[in-house]
């Protein structure tokens, strides 16, 4: 009876380091998470802006068609470092078409789309870059 009793006794105080080692765990993956999410909340989100702005009747227009991924992701980062907004229409599309990917050309023609208003700040940015890079078509600013 007595060795039940004991066994019964560290099967308790086990169970109750256990625990509480497992709610200690839980709760510092909590805080891991929430700064995660401070971390996060302070980048600007462009597409946003972009739809803000265009709701709130500022027009826009298609600025550049793209060739690659890597282009778009350039480009875009450096508009973005400009505090330019912009949009991206099939972006993702040759994955589903079976584009070609890497520098050649690929299926479907990725559209950048930017505000009026930005037109000649972007244009100065990318032409820069457009000396190094084919598969870019600049529109005319509308």
Do not use: W
Not at 10 to 33: S, T, W
Not at 75 to 83: K, M, S, V, W
Request: net charge negative; hydrophobic share 35%.
């Amino acid at each position: 009876m007595q060795i039940t009793l004991i066994v019964l006794i560290l099967v308790a105080i086990f169970g109750f380091l256990f625990y509480n080692k497992y709610i200690k765990n839980r709760k510092d993956n909590k805080k891991i998470e929430d700064q995660k999410d401070n971390e996060t909340e302070n980048i600007p989100d462009f597409d946003q802006a972009f739809f803000e702005r265009t709701q709130a009747g500022e027009p826009y227009q298609l600025f550049l068609t793209l060739a690659t991924q890597q282009d778009c992701a350039l480009i875009r980062g450096l508009l973005q470092a400009e505090n330019i907004p912009t949009y991206i229409e099939g972006e993702h599309m040759n994955n589903i078409y079976g584009g070609i990917t890497g520098n050649m050309t690929s299926v479907v023609g990725i559209k950048l789309y930017i505000l009026c208003k930005d037109y000649d700040t972007a244009y100065d940015i990318v032409k820069n870059f457009k000396a190094d890079s084919s598969g870019i078509t600049i529109h005319e600013k509308q």
